[in-house]
């Protein structure tokens, strides 16, 4: 591991304030019953052995065809190094650390490279700065002398909003299957949602966003059609795709279907699990999950998107990291299933849909460690990240149960 031990555990212990333990030690009153807690099926592995990162929080590759993986530490650092198990490097693809509060929830937390990332150059990031504390949604671009390594001074800022708090930051950044940026953004923070921002689409806070980063009509980014306030800002800003989410800590597109799935982290004793569609209000902070929540009963349902899927926190599974559709090839009995885990439990799921209701939900792996992010190859094989090991994952033989 690296030397800068004392500074990991000091953030791991933030998120794990922050992001676990979101979720207070309620009892779960009426939430639905926990997800499959039976035998692990699949042993687990470390995808590349001889690598180390600092307060991993996300993992993607660039669509250039270079079989590169980008893991981004929490710090302000993104890393590069080439998708083989026996890699040894993961060199600095860019450091931006003076630019970025970390700790807790804060700090770089999303990264997305361009669809014709291979000819502009361009991908994209999320991170929090502080005076004042705030998201900052920003465009970079790659060295055109040397692939591993970006301009620092190439920043371009799309996008930015104030964080009342500083946690419930989401943080996630994709690119769909329009060629559109979506942004996972929660409600602001602290607990409750004090000021009732996921409601309000007056503001960036409690949503999904979509921007066209191909035009240039809101300065470094434009409104894309089918935006459900374009043209009607009087009725919700009209960068906003979907509304009423407390923290979607992480999203990703079904890479057959198109659809977005996202994780939303519970208050008191749900977690769920989302499929967004344009216009959705998905319900927080009126219900938590399928339960009422401000107020606590007779809440007003009409008009909300339910969840696909929702679990307990009863069996200590307290804070889900949202994951993706398996597409790949090396788990063919995970095919076309949604895998997810929990940050706390470390537990990782996989549930079948139709891609309107749930089906079974089986659990995969009870791995020790801290899930902090799911992410994928060209290929679409599936790596998670623990965040406190600073290692990266993956699942490995079924058991023979």
Known sequence: MKTTISRSNKAFLGL????????????PGSGPQGPDNNTAAYTTAEAFPNLDFDNPVDLTYAPDGSNRLFVLEQEGVIRVFENKADANSAQVFLDIKSKVTDGGERGLLGLAFHPDFRTNGYFFVNYTRSSPLETVIARYKVNPSN???????????????????????????????????YVSVGDGGSGGDP????????????????????????????????????????QGREEIYAYGLRNPWRMSFDSQTGALWAGDVGQNSIEEIDIIKAGGNYGWRIKEGKDCFNPTSNCEEQGLVAPIYTYSQSNGDKSITGGFVYRGNNLPDLKGKYIYGDFVSGKVWALESDGE???????????????????????????????????????????NN
Request: with cysteine; proline share 6%; net charge negative.
């Open 16 to 27: 794990i304030l922050l992001i676990g333990c979101s979720s207070s030690e309620q009892d």
């Open 147 to 181: 692939p591993n390594t970006a301009d620092p001074a190439s920043e371009t800022i799309l996008l930015t909003f104030p964080q009342p708090y500083s946690n419930h930051n989401g943080g996630a950044v994709k690119f769909g299957p329009d060629g559109h940026l």
């Open 195 to 234: 000021q009732n921002n996921a409601q309000n689409r007056n503001n960036l806070l409690g949503t999904i966003l979509r921007l066209d980063v191909n035009a240039t009509t809101k300065g470094n980014y434009g409104i894309p059609d089918g935006n459900p306030y374009k043209g009607n800002p009087q």
């Open 357 to 399: 209701k749930a089906g079974a939900n089986r659990l995969l792996t009870d791995l020790s460690g801290t899930i902090s992010a799911f992410g994928v190859d060209a290929n679409n094989e599936l790596y998670f990240l623990n965040y406190g090991d600073g290692k990266i994952m993956k699942l490995a033989a079924e058991k």
